[in-house]
């Protein structure tokens, strides 16, 4: 769960804390560290060598919901999230799509993967990137992305800043 369980999408305040996050601290070395509420322990933000990632909605529980309302808790998220690009759209110009696809596959393997693309997967976050970048000033690279772990998890909206280019793994063997 994340720290923005049970709160309605308020389209405003997410486009508050993405432009927000072009000025947040991101490490320039160290581990990945997920990062919780101290009382509650649930998900506020992740940091690692040149990113910080955040939960900006959280959706509801889907155990037990099937077809059609399954298909419309995924269709509302990724609604929410088209809301949010074509805000950030109006202050950035167009997005590029960023597909993780090789990442995962890469990941399933057992092969080590960008620090970047572990964290994500690490909240489930397995759904491609919505990305704009180099975005002045400092050169930082912004990405949206919608992902759940399974059927039943909430789907979540999460917001990236990369101070390092935020591209599309490439097909292979090697690690990235």
């Not at 960023?98 to 690490?122: D, I, K, M, Q, T």
């Amino acid at each position: 769960m994340t720290c923005r369980a049970g709160e309605e999408f308020d389209a405003e305040r997410a486009l508050a804390e993405v432009t927000g996050l072009l000025a947040a601290p991101v490490p320039a070395t160290g581990p990945t560290a997920a990062e919780g509420d101290p009382d509650t322990g649930e998900w506020t933000a992740t940091v690692g060598a040149g990113f910080r990632i955040v939960p900006l909605w959280e959706g509801r529980s889907l155990t037990g919901v099937y077809a059609p309302e399954w298909n419309e808790a995924v269709e509302a998220a990724e609604g929410h999230l088209a809301v949010l690009a074509g805000a950030l759209g109006g202050h950035w110009g167009p997005h590029r799509p960023v597909r993780l696809h090789a990442a995962l596959l890469r990941r399933e393997a057992g092969a080590p993967v960008e620090p970047l693309y572990e964290a994500l997967f690490a909240e489930d976050l397995y759904g491609d990137l919505v990305v704009w970048g180099p975005l002045a000033p400092g050169g930082r690279w912004v990405a949206l992305t919608v992902g759940h772990s399974d059927g039943d998890a909430p789907l979540v909206l999460a917001a990236l800043v990369s101070d390092r280019p935020v591209v599309e793994p490439e097909d292979g063997d090697g690690p990235l």
